[in-house]
């Protein structure tokens, strides 16, 4: 390769990067700071230790954890009274656009060329960030969280694995577990495994680049044994039982509406669509797609039958953050070149012949943008579109024509079905309809991927057309055309002027320690009128008023639910974080309901033991809800949402 050649995809790759990076930024409402707000508080107290109350769980857990992105960069930027809001955005900005260029040189890595990888970039930047993802494994990351920061570094591993530099790859994998542990398991694994079966090294070098490249993941891993040994042992409760009524993001049941038969279904396109995958690339994704399945599917077993605490804890569905940009480059190069190959077949064809590959494209398209809340007619709409593909290929084999031509009818039906449940009364029935419906695509989608790799493997070779396309200009018209269709159908949904941003959301986004407006006024009181180390019982239900309250008012919160989730991070505090809020008089109906109707029924008992036993300072209740015995106590203070009275008050 050229040194003119080299620099000039670089710089390509980067100017499509900031493309990406400033249309999010504009119009896809990131940075979202949701995980800041249980992150940053442990930058302050590293910063200036006492500031929160030791009986602060988030902080003094996080303190204690492998959380080392908010302790020493959280912490040296608050030390250093720089304005934090503007620092971190900018860090995000900044990783956002590595994690674009990662995907460019990963997608070129893969396949060579310029308008397919162009195109990844913008579909990645349009999609849901949910699209395609298992879990609420958002790619891209929102904001910049530990898994962003390590993100940029594990795409560039999978990149020199594929350029045979494989003892950099796993070095890099293992850099990678002190920066974020699950993510280093994710790449790691992977990344030996492509090593151990993928590298023609002897047994003895590929066993010595794997073990030295995974030593330099010892210092998180001596770091998480010796400060956080409760998640490797018995605990001395029931982990698993709490662990259930919280987790938000590791059982099956809570997401199989959001997103399987999307990624299942595209999960067999890429089975078809990797004939156009360099040979030993191919072979190497296929050991890198097994690692991070078994994992997953060991994660699952883990989740309902052997329940080992350290296992749970790895969140091993974050797989698809690897498996999802992959299977956006395989299948947006190779829908590309199969079109390009059909209209070569022919002579002096319409823009939209093939029809039926052009209707694929355009239903992709839609299936991806779709919001979440209608993502089962996504899946539907993923499978018409490889009902297409099906047909397509139909034409060209006799072997299981039936079926193929069978799936877009099969998926039209599963659309129809849907959109009339659409309009049904009962939200239960339609639960239930969407559930099957996404189980019947799961099915539908493994006996196509089954079809594909059948059809393929007949077919290899077979396929190879043109020259990659390497033409900068066309990569980059074809990167803001995507951007340019995909704003102007989200602005006629929204009913808004298309490309004019939402600065105010913009402004609200980037300004993480400014408080909401109903609590604005109760945390300024906090900060001004309350001591350093004050604990504050608030609603646990309320995390929305409250996110904030730690930058904002630098005082402490009991507990949250949403906190609970985060703490289940280290098993030590998990059990204690659970009886805080069954102290609050919270009741639980099903596991991740929440019942808080007694929490505005607690008696003076019930509040001097939180002060005594609990060591909580205050506690806040929404006025519209303030009745029985804690309507009768004076106030600390009070405004048109909320009011706060003083423990120690009742308590002597």
Same mark, same amino acid.
């Given at each position: ?17 900031? @493309? ?24 302050? +107290? ?37 304005n ?24 070129? +890595?893969?396949t ?17 960030p ?13 904001a ?9 570094? =594990?795409l ?14 796993? =070095? ?7 920066v ?6 994710l ?5 030996? =495994? ?10 003895g070098?590929?066993l ?49 509406? +959001? ?18 995958i360099? #040979? ?33 804890l ?17 299948v ?38 779709? #919001? ?11 499978l ?8 397509? %290929?139909g ?10 031509n069978?799936?877009?009818?099969a ?12 309009f049904?009364?009962? =939200? ?9 419906? @996404?189980?019947? %695509?799961?099915?539908?989608a ?22 990659? +396309? ?27 002027? #298309? ?38 019982? @608030? ?12 930058l ?5 919160l ?10 289940s ?20 109906p099903?596991?991740?309901?929440y ?7 607690l ?11 609990e060591?909580?300072?205050?506690i ?10 804690l ?9 048109e ?12």
């Open positions: 390769m050229s040194y003119y050649t080299k620099h000039a995809r670089l710089l390509l790759g980067s100017l499509l990067a900031l @493309v990406c990076v400033v249309y999010q930024s504009l119009f896809r409402a990131v940075p979202g700071n949701g995980d800041l707000m249980t992150g940053l508080p442990i930058g302050k +107290e590293f910063a200036h230790p006492g500031l929160f109350s030791p009986y602060d769980l988030i902080v003094s857990s996080g303190v204690r954890g492998p959380f080392h992105l908010y302790k020493y960069l959280g912490g040296f930027l608050y030390q250093n009274n720089v934090v809001d503007l620092v971190w955005q900018s860090l995000f900005l900044g990783f956002l656009f590595l994690t674009f260029l990662a995907f460019w040189f990963l997608s070129f +890595e893969l060579g060329d310029t308008l397919s990888s162009a195109l990844v970039l913008a579909m990645i930047a349009v999609a849901h949910l699209r395609g993802s298992l879990h609420a494994a958002a790619v891209p990351l929102a910049f969280v530990t898994a962003l920061a390590a993100m940029p570094f =594990a560039a591993a999978l990149v020199l694995l594929l350029r045979r530099r494989f003892f950099a790859a796993m =070095a890099l994998s293992g850099l990678i577990f002190n974020h542990p699950y993510v280093g398991v790449i790691s694994s992977a990344v030996a =495994a492509a090593i151990f079966w993928g590298s023609d090294e002897s047994l070098k590929r010595v680049m794997i073990i030295g490249g995974g030593l330099f993941a010892l210092p998180n891993v001596v770091y998480i044994l010796s400060h956080l040994p409760s998640n490797f042992a018995t605990v001395g409760y029931d982990f698993y039982e709490q662990f259930r009524l919280y987790a938000m993001h590791a059982f099956v049941e809570d997401h199989w509406r +959001e997103g399987y038969g999307w990624f299942f279904v595209n999960l067999a396109g890429a089975v078809w669509f990797a004939r156009y360099d #040979p030993w690339k191919r072979r190497v994704l296929s050991v890198l797609f097994a690692a991070w399945f078994v994992l997953m599917a060991g994660y699952v077993f883990n989740s309902y039958v052997t329940k080992n605490t350290a296992i749970l790895m969140w091993l569905f974050r797989a698809t953050y690897f498996i999802k940009p992959i299977i956006f480059i395989v947006v190069h190779g829908i590309l070149r199969w079109r390009n190959e059909l209209r070569n077949s022919q002579s002096s064809l319409p823009w939209w012949k093939p029809l039926q590959m052009t209707a694929a494209i355009a239903l992709l398209f839609f299936s991806a943008i779709l #919001p979440m809340k209608l993502a089962v007619v996504a899946d539907a709409l993923a018409v579109a490889y009902g297409f593909v099906a047909r397509q %290929i034409q060209q084999t006799t072997s299981y024509r039936f079926f193929l069978a799936i877009l009818f998926g039209v039906l599963l659309l129809c079905i849907l959109v009339g449940v659409q049904s009364t009962f =939200a239960a029935s339609r639960d239930l309809v969407e559930n099957v419906i @996404v189980g019947i %695509i799961v099915a539908l493994v006996l196509l991927l089954s079809m594909f790799k059948k059809l393929n493997q007949a077919a290899e070779g077979a396929t190879q057309i043109s020259e990659p +396309e390497r033409f900068g200009s066309r990569a980059l018209i074809g990167a803001l055309t995507v951007l340019l269709i995909h704003q102007f159908i989200i602005s006629l949904n929204d009913g808004r002027f #298309p490309f004019v941003p939402d600065f105010a959301g913009i402004k609200e986004r980037i300004m993480m320690h400014q408080a909401p407006a109903r609590t604005a006024a109760l945390m300024s009181w906090a900060r001004t009128d309350t001591p350093q180390g004050s604990l504050f019982i @608030v609603p646990p239900d309320r995390w929305d008023d409250f996110a904030a309250f730690r904002v008012a630098e005082r402490s009991f507990v949250t639910f949403v906190e609970v989730n985060q703490l991070l280290d098993a030590s505090v998990y059990q204690q974080a659970h009886q805080r809020v069954v102290a609050l008089g919270v009741t639980f099903k596991r991740r309901e019942d808080t109707r007694g929490y505005y029924d008696t003076l008992q019930d509040l001097q033991r939180l002060f005594r036993q060591h909580a300072d205050y806040v209740v929404e006025k519209e809800r303030l009745h029985g015995t309507s009768t106590f004076p106030t600390a203070y009070h405004d949402y909320y009011v706060v009275i003083n423990l120690y008050d009742i308590a002597h």
